[in-house]
């Protein structure tokens, strides 16, 4: 008696497995014209944000324009990631499906992706110390003559108005003297002469208008407006009645305080 043995064919449910990564996705996305066109597209859009960055076109341009250059080149980076992450999970599912050369594949895989990184790197590195010395050496050079440029217009604003001023000083000193020689001078009427400086104050369109003795010591106070005045320290002071000859008319700003 011959025995016979059945076996069971498997079913296509029991044999079955995950469907490999050519299959569930579509063939654009695995396609090599799609990767070509996406690549110089990407291109093309780099090498333009570069060039306009590095242009004078930047200076009048708007932030939202620059911002959103800025974001399409984040977002074709991330399109990138996410087609090699496409295509390296492609390589790893055909391998786990053992399908025909996908051993062979993943190796050329892993080949090519060490042949591409390490001059990426070098290139990455190269490009970033030759960026780096060029917006140095270009945003130094505008910043160096903006900042003269704003120099020299703020030196030319103080001397313009240091000679109107020095004009206006000049009249109001030949007036108090000219009242001290008529006999209505600060020790003859001080009242009328504190009234007087007010006027002067007024008539010349000053805020303030201070007499100060040869001692340092304030003789007249006249003030306009309502706000608050800080005069030159006594130390200032002191030093501007040692270094100015008398009769001699000068000016003093803000910045003067550490020049004496």
């Given amino acids: 008696m011959v025995g016979t043995e059945f076996k069971q064919r498997p079913s296509e449910e029991t044999t079955a497995g995950p469907e490999p990564a050519s299959r569930l996705l579509p063939k654009w996305v695995l396609s090599n014209a799609t990767a070509?066109?996406?690549?110089?597209?990407?291109?093309?859009?780099?090498?333009?944000?570069?060039?306009?960055?590095?242009?004078?076109?930047?200076?009048?341009?708007?932030?939202?324009f620059i911002a959103a250059m800025l974001f399409a080149n984040l977002f074709i980076a991330a399109a990138f990631v996410g087609l090699v992450?496409?295509?390296?999970?492609?390589?790893?599912?055909?391998?786990?499906?053992?399908?025909a050369g996908s051993q062979t594949h993943m190796q050329l895989v892993g080949m090519f992706a060490i042949v591409a990184v390490l001059p990426s790197i070098i290139a990455f590195l190269f490009a970033y110390t030759i960026l780096r010395t060029s917006l140095d050496d270009v945003f130094s050079d505008r910043i160096e003559r903006y900042h003269n440029t704003a120099r020299d217009l703020a030196n030319g604003l103080v001397e313009i108005k240091a000679g109107e001023l020095e004009f206006v000083m000049r009249q109001i000193a030949f007036d108090i003297r000219r009242n001290e020689e008529a006999g209505i001078g600060l020790e003859?009427?001080?009242?009328?002469?504190?009234?007087?400086?007010?006027?002067?104050?007024?008539?010349?369109?000053?805020?303030?208008?201070?007499v100060i003795g040869a001692d340092g010591r304030m003789l007249v106070r006249a003030e306009i407006g309502d706000?608050?005045?800080?005069?030159?320290?006594?130390?200032?002071?002191?030093?501007?009645?040692?270094n100015a000859v008398p009769g001699e008319l000068f000016t003093y700003g803000a910045n003067d305080e550490y020049h004496y």
Avoid: C, M
């Fill in 36 to 64: 070509a066109a996406a690549l110089t597209a990407a291109a093309a859009i780099a090498f333009f944000t570069t060039w306009y960055l590095l242009s004078p076109g930047v200076e009048s341009a708007s932030s939202k």
């Fill in 85 to 99: 992450g496409v295509r390296l999970w492609r390589v790893w599912s055909d391998r786990r499906h053992q399908l």
């Fill in 188 to 210: 003859a009427t001080p009242i009328s002469f504190r009234q007087y400086i007010f006027a002067q104050a007024q008539l010349r369109g000053l805020d303030a208008l201070y």
């Fill in 227 to 242: 706000e608050t005045y800080n005069l030159p320290s006594k130390n200032a002071l002191e030093n501007l009645n040692r």
